[in-house]
């Protein structure tokens, strides 16, 4: 007597690009007086802080703010409640908080300059080479900074 065992494989459904508005100006958060590496990490995806801007600074919708960034209800629904559960986490445990990482590609890109501090948002077709306030050629490209710049057009 012989059994055949079949073992069906389900590929994952492929993830698509979420739209974020636009890079943060800042990406790591950490409790006051305590030194950074000494604290557990966590990593807040870049869709997660989207949704959670979206919804708790702007107060949007789920409904608007999944469209906003090109996902579906449900999608942005998943994203809100993980994006508050690390805030939470990162509040009331008191760990390191960084944003990084996520399947996404932003709308626009804020030049910063080292120099003078100035910020500048642009279209991804726009480029700058120096302040325009300034003018330092010391110019931070905030999207770049996440592994993103011309991919966002």
Known sequence: MCIIFVIIYFMPRP???????????FSDFKPIGVRG???????????EFE???????????????????????????????KAR???ADFIIQGRL????????HFRINI?????????????????ITECPACHSKKIINLAGGFGHGKCCI
């Open 85 to 87: 559960k690390k805030i």
């Open 15 to 25: 993830q698509y690009n979420r739209i974020v508005h636009e890079p943060p100006l």
């Open 51 to 81: 949704a959670f801007r979206l919804a708790d600074q702007l107060g949007l919708s789920h409904a608007l703010a999944a469209d906003e960034m090109e996902i579906s209800r449900s999608t942005f629904s998943r994203l809100i409640e």
């Open 97 to 104: 908080l960084t944003i990084e990482g996520g399947t996404i």
């Open 111 to 127: 030049i910063q300059c080292k120099d003078c501090g100035h910020m500048v948002k642009i279209n991804f077709e726009q480029r």
């Open 37 to 47: 590496h000494d604290l557990e990490q966590i990593i807040l995806t870049l869709d």
